[in-house]
């Protein structure tokens, strides 16, 4: 490959990883949204340019590994998507919310609290991660908790 064509590899890849990071971003925002369908084609992109290309950076099968999960997810396929964010979710805290979204999904409850309660004290902290594990201890049984975290949540000052 000659370096036009390399650069032109790279730039698409460049933006191709924008694209992803958007929809990314669109998926966990409240305010925000994407379709499935955006989700698939960006998925699909990223299938061909490693197949067609040779592309094995460690960056591109992560990124249509998570948008593959998303995917499933939004499919309502819970146990699917939890394969694909298996390798991604720890670096990335819009797929460890996505996997205990999965995991509340199929009732595994505990699983789904450990990682909120990681993702509550975590640097990308949401109220949404708090609410949800106020939400899910209740569900474990552990009202009190549960309550005491959800009016946390709610005072104001």
Not at 122 to 135: I, M, Q, V
Request: glycine fraction near 8%.
């Amino acid at each position: 490959v000659g370096p036009e064509v390399a650069a032109e590899m790279v730039a698409v890849t460049k933006h191709l990883m924008t694209r992803s990071e958007e929809a990314l971003d669109a998926w966990f925002r409240t305010d925000g949204t994407v379709k499935p369908d955006v989700l698939a084609e960006l998925s699909l992109a990223w299938d061909t340019l490693m197949r067609r290309d040779g592309l094995s950076q460690h960056g591109a099968k992560a990124m249509a590994t998570k948008l593959e999960g998303l995917i499933e997810l939004s499919d309502k396929q819970a146990e699917r998507a939890l394969t694909h964010f298996g390798e991604t979710a720890p670096s990335d805290y819009r797929i460890r919310f996505a996997q205990a979204l999965a995991l509340l999904s199929l009732s595994r409850d505990s699983e789904a609290a450990a990682i909120l309660s990681g993702l509550s004290q975590g640097p990308n902290a949401d109220p949404r991660f708090e609410a949800l594990l106020g939400l899910t201890e209740i569900r474990l049984g552990k009202a009190a908790e549960g309550r005491d975290r959800l009016r946390e949540l709610l005072e104001v000052e």
